[in-house]
C-alpha cells in the first residue's frame, strides 16, 4: 500500500493511551524519546533483528509488513507464528507489564484485521509478550475488540483530517509520558494558523 493518507497502525496506541499525544506524534510531528521509549525500541530493533526461523514446526516471520487497503492502515508486525493447519498468530512485544486498558490488544489486533485481508484467512487470537513478566498475555480478537478497532481508525482519521489537536486530559500515564514536556504549550498546526486568518 503506498497511500500517503493511511493510518500507521502505532497511532491505534498512541490515541488509546492518550488523543491528544496521538495528534501531537501524527498532526504536529513531535517526538521526544524517553527511558520507557528508549527501551521500548530497542526491544524491538532485538526481536526484529533476531530475523525469521523455523524451530519445532513453528516458522516465525519478523518485521513482517502489514496493509488493510478496507482501513487504510500500514504498519510492522513484531513476530507472526506460522503452524501447520492453524491461522496464524501475532505476537507483539512490550518492555513493560500488561496494562488495565486495551490498548495493547487494539494495537495487536488490528494487525491481525492486515493479516485476514492479505492473506484471506481468519484468525482467532494472538498475544502480547511483556518483558517486564517475560510472558505471553493471549489476545482473542472478538467481534467486540474488532469493532473498537474499526471505531478507533474511524476516530483517528477525523482527527488527522481535522488537523487539530485535543486539549489536554491528564491521566495517570503523563508521568511515563515523553511528550509531557510539549503537552501544556504544543504546537499548533498550520490549519489552525490558515483558518483564523480567514475568519479575520
Not at 492486515?114 to 517475560?134: D, N, Q
Not at 509520558?177 to 498550520?190: F, G, I, K, N, W
Amino acid at each position: 500500500m503506498t497511500d500517503p493518507e493511511a493510518i500507521p497502525i502505532s497511532a491505534l496506541q498512541h490515541w488509546r493511551v492518550c488523543p491528544r499525544q496521538c495528534a501531537l506524534i501524527h498532526i504536529a510531528g513531535v517526538w521526544e524519546e524517553n527511558r520507557l521509549t528508549a527501551e521500548g525500541r530497542l526491544l524491538h530493533e532485538r526481536v526484529h533483528q533476531t530475523g525469521d526461523e523455523a524451530r519445532g514446526g513453528v516458522r516465525t516471520c519478523r518485521g513482517l509488513a502489514l496493509a488493510s487497503e478496507r482501513l487504510g492502515l500500514v504498519g510492522q508486525a513484531d513476530a507472526v507464528e506460522f503452524r501447520p493447519g492453524a491461522p496464524p498468530f501475532p505476537v507483539e512485544y512490550k518492555r513493560g507489564r500488561p496494562k488495565k486498558d486495551s490498548a495493547d490488544a487494539l494495537q495487536l489486533c488490528a494487525q491481525a484485521l492486515c493479516l485476514e485481508e492479505m492473506l484471506g484467512v481468519s484468525i482467532p487470537a494472538g498475544a502480547v509478550f511483556y518483558g517486564a513478566t517475560r510472558r505471553r498475555q493471549d489476545v482473542p480478537f472478538t467481534a467486540g475488540l474488532r469493532a473498537e478497532v474499526e471505531a478507533a481508525v474511524s476516530a483517528i482519521r477525523a482527527l488527522l483530517l481535522r488537523g487539530e489537536i485535543p486539549p489536554p486530559t491528564p491521566n495517570d500515564r503523563c508521568r511515563g509520558c515523553s511528550l509531557a514536556a510539549h503537552c501544556a504549550a504544543a504546537p499548533r498546526p498550520v490549519a489552525d494558523y490558515l483558518r483564523e486568518a480567514l475568519a479575520e
